[in-house]
T-cell receptor, first 116, second 107 residues
Framework: ETGVTQSPTHLIKTRGQQVTLRCSSQSGHNTVSWYQQALGQGPQFIFQYYREEENGRGNFPPRFSGLQFPNYSSELNVNALELDDSALYLC???????????????FGPGTRLTVL | LAKTTQPISMDSYEGQEVNITCSHNNIATNDYITWYQQFPSQGPRFIIQGYKTKVTNEVASLFIPADRKSSTLSLPRVSLSDTAVYYCLVERNKLVFGAGTILRVKS
C-alpha cells in the first residue's frame, strides 16, 4: 500500500509568482485535504476535495485554488504569492466511504515553500 | 467549531508515563476527540480517537470523562523518540488544529 506522496519537497519562489503543488493520495482513498503550516503553528485547513468536487474550505483567499483528478490525486495552486505564504503545505488523504466517525487522515511529508 | 486548549509544552524523562490534558468545553454531541502526533518536517500522524470513557491501542490511552469537556492522552513509558508535538482535535469532517503540546523527552 503506497502512502501519501507530495512533490516537490522544497520550492523557492518570489513574491507575485504562481506555484502548483502536487499530492498523490493513498491507494483507495477518495478524499484529499490541504493544510498550511507556518513555523511553530499547527496546520491550518485550506480546503478538501471529495471525488473531484470541493467539499469545504477554510479561511483562505481565492488565490488558493485546487483540483482533484479522477485518480484522486490533487493539486494546490497559489497565485500572486506573498511573503506570508511561506510555509509547509501538507496534503492528507482519507476514505470518506470508510464509514464511522474515525475518518483517519493520512498525511504526506509536505512541501516546504519559501517566498522571497 | 469546538476550540481546544492544551499546554504549550511538557518535559519528561525516558520510562515515565506522560499525560497530556486537553480541554474542549463546547464539544458537540456528534464530535469525536482525536489526537495526532507530529515530528519535525513530517506530516501529523493519527494516534488515537475516542468518544467517551477510555480507549486504548498499542501506542496510547485516551481518557474521556462523562461530561466530555476534557480528555487526557496517556503515553506509557515514553522514550526519546516520543519527542514531538501532540495535537488534540475535536473532529467532525474537517481537522482543526491548535498549536499543540511540545513534548520533550530527556534521557
Amino acid at each position: 500500500e503506497t502512502g501519501v506522496t507530495q512533490s516537490p519537497t522544497h520550492l523557492i519562489k518570489t513574491r507575485g509568482q504562481q506555484v502548483t503543488l502536487r499530492c498523490s493520495s493513498q491507494s483507495g482513498h477518495n478524499t484529499v485535504s490541504w493544510y498550511q503550516q507556518a513555523l511553530g503553528q499547527g496546520p491550518q485547513f485550506i480546503f478538501q476535495y471529495y471525488r473531484e468536487e470541493e467539499n469545504g474550505r477554510g479561511n483562505f483567499p481565492p488565490r488558493f485554488s485546487g483540483l482533484q483528478f479522477p485518480n484522486y490525486s490533487s493539486e494546490l495552486n497559489v497565485n500572486a504569492l506573498e511573503l506570508d505564504d511561506s510555509a509547509l503545505y501538507l496534503c492528507a488523504s482519507s476514505d470518506r466511504l470508510a464509514g464511522g466517525p474515525r475518518n483517519e487522515q493520512f498525511f504526506g511529508p509536505g512541501t516546504r515553500l519559501t517566498v522571497l | 467549531l469546538a476550540k481546544t486548549t492544551q499546554p504549550i509544552s511538557m518535559d519528561s524523562y525516558e520510562g515515565q508515563e506522560v499525560n497530556i490534558t486537553c480541554s474542549h468545553n463546547n464539544i458537540a454531541t456528534n464530535d469525536y476527540i482525536t489526537w495526532y502526533q507530529q515530528f519535525p518536517s513530517q506530516g501529523p500522524r493519527f494516534i488515537i480517537q475516542g468518544y467517551k470513557t477510555k480507549v486504548t491501542n498499542e501506542v496510547a490511552s485516551l481518557f474521556i470523562p462523562a461530561d466530555r469537556k476534557s480528555s487526557t492522552l496517556s503515553l506509557p513509558r515514553v522514550s526519546l523518540s516520543d519527542t514531538a508535538v501532540y495535537y488534540c482535535l475535536v473532529e467532525r469532517n474537517k481537522l482543526v488544529f491548535g498549536a499543540g503540546t511540545i513534548l520533550r523527552v530527556k534521557s
